[in-house]
């Protein structure tokens, strides 16, 4: 069809044609406008690209509800368009193989596409991307609205649709992608232009890496939302979406992630290299990975979540909801909660080099099958701010947060209910973690030793204007436990602790040099050392302390025991300690 012409075919079947080179069904040139109501395209081949249709610059085609089925091209199976203007309405793509790229429909070089109300479903890439549609190069355009996009595989990337070029643009709204597949990233579809996509549903598509269902990267632009991705897989990281690279950007908001699953990290979304997106207003929930339930992010990236609901996800080994690997985002306002890792960090897992800021989320009612309930540093820092960390469980140490290695700034949270099987209740600072502790509640935590924080071997704990009350533990150091620590105590609250051992207070032994001054010990409750035991360390000052009404239940020191201990005592005001003994 050439030469300007406009032709119109209604209910023409074309079928079984071939070509050597493109265009073995139709092929559009010169300006020429195809429309075709009803029919088919079928079975046709080509050597060239489009293997059905193959529209030249400048070319108008409108396919109304046509088939288009089984058509063999080196790219784009059923559709080629290159500067040309293409509309499917309630059509069907299906079956149609690509050599190469663009198993559906390829869309290229300033070309627009609009698919609306049509089905692409079982097209092919054989050696390329792209199994159902590639848009290509600068200023290629195509809109996707209330279609179905199903079954389509590529052996590269893209099993549904792929994205690529500067100034290569696509919206897709109201539309399914379901058991797309992708050898490499995309099973849905991999985007490296700028892309809108608004109320579609990504189900059960599969990649190896880089998103089962979506992949971002190339300094693509994107908004998501409003959308649902669920049942999606990767057999290595990234079962929903991978972010990628510096300078990809973007808002991932008001969407549902569910039951997707990676065989190693990132069990919904993995960011990494440098990407900057906006994830707020999301449901993250019941996704499963080796590492990183949820979410992975590494390499440099620095996102923000904010208000996003992260729950019910499960980690074989690390960050039961999150891994933090070399990574600075901001993390602020979002619930965090019935998360379960294998091993460590049953929420949250943060990793070497990470400077996160971490503020005004609840972690509550997170497991780590080993330790660090809701939290775990690993020489990391950053700025933990006005959380709640509550109900958090790990099976041995540090229920609400574990700290190696790590110099993290802890202000104005509430540890609450937290508890583990053996040392920090509420936190674990360990192996030269640099911990300061400003204005934080400690409350209601359980261990056996620590009920509230254990410091283990810190050069350095600066803890001022905390409230420690209400914790048990099983052992000894029901408020807190101190092994060989260096630690400045400013204007701390210790009260109504309780341990079954020694120190219902604090406990305090090792190597240790230990200052308490301005603070209240106080209605804290051990068989021994009610309100501290300290035993066999280099220093110990109390100065300027209100201590009262500590009991010790079967033995001696109800106030203070020290043993073995440089002591400093002086300006303290000790009412009413009772001691069975002593």
């Not at 909801?321 to 965090?336: E, G, H, K, Q």
Request: charged share 15%; net charge neutral.
């Amino acid at each position: 069809v050439g030469s300007s012409t406009r032709l119109t075919l209604n209910n023409v079947t074309i079928e079984s044609n071939t070509t050597a080179a493109g265009g073995a069904g139709i092929l559009v040139t010169d300006g020429a406008q195809l429309t075709t109501n009803g029919g088919a395209v079928h079975a046709n081949t080509a050597q060239n690209a489009g293997g059905g249709i193959f529209f030249d610059p400048s070319t108008v085609g409108t396919i109304n509800a046509t088939r288009l089925s089984e058509n063999r091209g080196l790219y784009g199976g059923a559709i080629y368009a290159r500067h040309a203007s293409v509309t499917l309405s309630h059509a069907e793509v299906t079956g149609n193989v690509a050599n190469r790229d663009g198993g559906g429909m390829v869309v290229l070089e300033a070309s627009t596409a609009l698919v609306e109300d049509t089905t692409l479903a079982n097209n092919r890439a054989e050696t390329g991307q792209g199994g159902a549609i590639v848009v290509q190069e600068a200023g290629a355009v195509l809109t996707v609205r209330r279609s179905t996009l199903r079954n389509n595989q590529s052996a590269l990337q893209a099993g549904g649709i792929r994205l690529t070029g500067v100034g290569a643009r696509a919206v897709i709204e109201d539309t399914l992608f379901e058991g797309n597949t992708a050898n490499s990233g995309g099973g849905g579809m991999m985007q490296h232009g700028q892309v809108e996509i608004r109320r579609c549903t990504f189900r059960g598509n599969l990649a190896n890496r880089f998103g089962g269902a979506l992949g971002l990267t190339t300094g693509v632009h994107f908004v998501v939302e409003d959308s649902l991705f669920i049942d999606n897989r990767a057999l290595i990281d990234a079962a929903a979406i991978t972010i990628q690279d510096a300078g990809t950007i973007g808002d991932l908001q008001r969407s549902t992630f569910e039951r997707n699953q990676a065989a190693a990290t990132a069990g919904a979304i993995k960011i990494i290299d440098g990407a900057t997106p906006t994830l707020s207003g999301n449901t993250i929930q019941n996704n499963r990975a080796l590492d990183g339930g949820a979410l992975y992010l590494e390499n440099w990236s620095i996102p923000t979540l904010i208000n996003n609901v992260i729950r019910f996800n499960h980690a074989e080994r690390a960050g039961g909801a999150m891994v933090f690997n070399y990574a600075s985002p901001v993390l602020r306002d979002n619930t965090i909660s019935d998360n379960r890792a294998g091993w460590r960090g049953g929420a949250l897992y943060v990793m070497a080099g990470s400077q996160p800021v971490i503020a005004g989320n609840t972690f509550e009612r997170n497991v780590a099958d080993e330790s660090g309930g809701a939290l775990l540093l690993l020489e990391a820092g950053g700025q933990i701010t006005s959380n709640i960390v509550r109900a958090n469980r790990a099976g041995v140490d540090g229920g609400g947060l574990l700290s190696v290695q790590s110099t993290p700034e802890l202000r104005g949270n509430l540890f609450v209910g937290n508890q583990c099987g053996d040392r920090g209740g509420g936190a674990l600072f360990k192996l030269n973690s640099r911990p300061v502790l400003l204005n934080n509640a400690v409350r209601n935590n359980q261990a056996r030793n620590g009920g509230g924080f254990f410091f283990e071997n810190l050069p350095s704990v600066v803890a001022r204007d905390n409230d420690i009350e209400q914790n048990v533990a099983s052992g000894s150091g029901g408020g807190v436990y101190f092994q060989g620590s260096q630690a400045t105590l400013t204007a701390n609250g210790l009260r109504y602790n309780r341990s079954t051992d020694a120190g219902g207070g604090m406990y305090i032994v090792g190597q240790a040099n230990v200052t308490f001054t301005a603070g209240s010990l106080s209605y804290n409750q051990a068989p021994r050392g009610a309100g501290a035991w300290v035993d066999g360390i280099q220093s110990f000052v109390a100065r300027g302390n209100q201590i009262v009404r500590n009991q010790a239940t079967n033995g001696e020191g109800g106030g203070l025991w020290l043993a073995r201990t440089n002591a400093e005592i002086s300006y303290n005001q000790f009412v009413r300690n009772r001691a069975a003994n002593g």
